[in-house]
């Protein structure tokens, strides 16, 4: 079974300043998505940013940035020019592809870094 | 274009009693799924409905189940209600399988 790990529970940026988080990942899968998420006091998962596997090339989304390392499993997740509205857990999440015997849509998460922004 | 909308957003119930949830899905989105944000155990995938069908279930007690209606909406339902059912659920729909999954903000579920 795949299993996700974020091993920085806390973290604290800056505003203006660069934070990168941490996620592994472990899986026998050569095809996959991962998918970093954030969740706000306000409850709702918002989906910042997403990775297929097969692409060589790391995802950014405007100041969202990945480093995929696929031989390592590693996929961390770099915010620049941190604002105060970054603030929120934010959740590494696995998937396997559909074509995968036994691949089920399901999103497996990590545990979660609560980033804090300060002023 | 409206997000995915659950209700209620919060539930009290004591242990034993019937809970429902529900969920609206984002307009033409097909799949719907529902995980458990409990305290200290993170989110755990619950089940996953497509085209009104159940595809897959994580590891959860057959007293957690649901469905989808032909509007898509979903209703997850916990039945013989147990204090660790106390957690957050989350739902989440996506166009197809595959697609990336949209979340609402959740169902409170606290049980005394």
């Known amino acids: 079974a795949q299993t996700v790990t974020q091993s920085q529970p806390e973290m604290s940026v800056q505003e203006a300043e660069t934070v990168t988080l941490s996620c592994t990942y472990d899986?026998?899968?050569?095809?996959?998505?991962l998918f970093w998420y954030k969740q706000p006091p306000s409850r709702q998962m918002i989906l910042v940013i997403r990775q297929e596997a097969y692409k060589q090339q790391n995802a950014t989304e405007n100041r969202f940035s990945v480093n995929f390392q696929k031989a390592a499993k590693s996929f961390s997740l770099k915010i620049s020019d941190s604002q105060l509205g970054d603030a929120a857990m934010y959740f590494c999440?696995?998937?396997?592809?559909?074509?995968?015997?036994?691949?089920?849509?399901?999103?497996?998460f990590g545990k979660g870094t609560k980033l804090t922004v300060n002023p | 274009e409206a997000g995915v909308t659950q209700s209620p957003t919060h539930l009290i119930k004591t242990r034993g009693q019937q809970a429902t949830l529900r969920c609206s899905p984002i307009s033409g989105h097909t799949s719907v799924y529902w995980y458990q944000q409990a305290l200290g155990l993170g989110l755990q995938f619950l089940l996953w409905?497509?085209?009104?069908?159940?595809?897959n279930r994580g590891n959860f007690p057959p007293r957690f189940s649901g469905r989808q209606f032909p509007n898509y909406s979903s209703e997850l339902n916990v039945n013989a209600l147990e204090l660790e059912d106390s957690a957050l659920y989350l739902c989440?729909?996506?166009?197809?399988?595959?697609?990336?999954?949209?979340f609402g903000d959740g169902t409170r579920l606290s049980i005394l």
């Open positions: 899986t026998s899968e050569s095809d996959y998505y």
């Open positions: 989440a729909s996506s166009l197809l399988p595959g697609q990336p999954q949209h």
């Open positions: 409905y497509d085209e009104g069908e159940e595809r």
């Open positions: 999440a696995y998937r396997s592809p559909l074509s995968t015997q036994g691949g089920s849509e399901k999103l497996v």
